[in-house]
Nanobody, 119 residues
Framework: VQLVESGGGLVQAGGSLRLSCAVSGSTFSINAMGWYRQAPGKKRELVGIISAGGNTNYAHSVKGRFTISRDNAKKTAYLQMNSVKPEDTAVYYC??????????????WGQGTQVTVSS
């Protein structure tokens, strides 16, 4: 199983960016998927989570600006980032709780994608 993020890049403050996280490999089901970020010199922090049923929770710092969605048929989660700020600059990671055919749930991480917001 692999999680691959895409869509990162350089964006001006106030702009928008959409990240994608595609799950590949043999999976029975994909449960919660989350987006995390890590800025230089800081710990990795949760941005938001989406359940298998589509319920979402967000960090206070991004609530109202970021939106997480998923397309279960495509095994892909998205992070829509609007009204971005320089403090949103970080490497963004996708995490997925994947249930395999062995009935074991394992958490997987993507490799990360850099988002840089210029002021």
């Amino acid at each position: 199983v692999q999680l691959v993020e895409s869509g990162g890049g350089l964006v001006q403050a106030g702009g928008s960016l959409r990240l994608s996280c595609a799950v590949s490999g043999s999976t029975f089901s994909i449960n919660a998927m989350g987006w995390y970020r890590q800025a230089p010199g800081k710990k990795r922090e949760l941005v938001g989570i989406i359940s298998a049923g589509g319920n979402t929770n967000y960090a206070h710092s991004v609530k109202g600006r970021f939106t997480i969605s998923r397309d279960n048929a495509k095994k892909t989660a998205y992070l829509q980032m609007n009204s971005v700020k320089p403090e949103d600059t970080a490497v963004y990671y996708c995490h997925g709780d994947i249930l395999g055919f062995s009935n074991r749930q394992i958490g997987y991480w993507g490799q990360g994608t850099q988002v840089t917001v210029s002021s």
